[in-house]
Nanobody
Framework: QVQLVESGGGLVQAGGSLRLSCAASRNIFSIRIMGWYRQTPGKQRDLVAHITNYGSTNYADSVKGRFTISRDTVKNTVYLQMNSLKPEDTAVYYC????????WGQGTQVTVSS
């Protein structure tokens, strides 16, 4: 099992930046995949980016070149640096871990104003 605690959401103007953090309750090398999903009302939860325990990364096409996922293996924390934010990035962002077994954080709201 793993507990995930997110932080860093908020309100930002278009073109601005935010950094999300997701702290895991166990060594992240023991977690197969960690990542971020986002969801808007009435829509499914979509992958934003993920990083494997080997350090490989994957991004949704809509965020490539703007978002960067990284990790701190000492703090057992994964980050999502979001730059050049757009109003369409507005969503609740969820941290995700596949241990195996799927685990989710509580979600953090990101709002980008135009």
């Amino acid at each position: 099992q793993v507990q995930l605690v997110e932080s860093g959401g908020g309100l930002v103007q278009a073109g601005g930046s935010l950094r999300l953090s997701c702290a895991a309750s166990r060594n992240i090398f023991s977690i197969r995949i960690m990542g971020w999903y986002r969801q808007t009302p009435g829509k499914q939860r979509d992958l934003v980016a993920h990083i494997t325990n080997y350090g490989s990364t994957n991004y949704a096409d809509s965020v490539k070149g703007r978002f960067t996922i990284s990790r701190d293996t000492v703090k057992n924390t994964v980050y999502l640096q979001m730059n050049s934010l757009k109003p369409e990035d507005t969503a609740v962002y969820y941290c995700y871990a596949q241990v195996p077994g799927d685990y989710w954080g509580q979600g953090t709201q990101v709002t980008v104003s135009s």
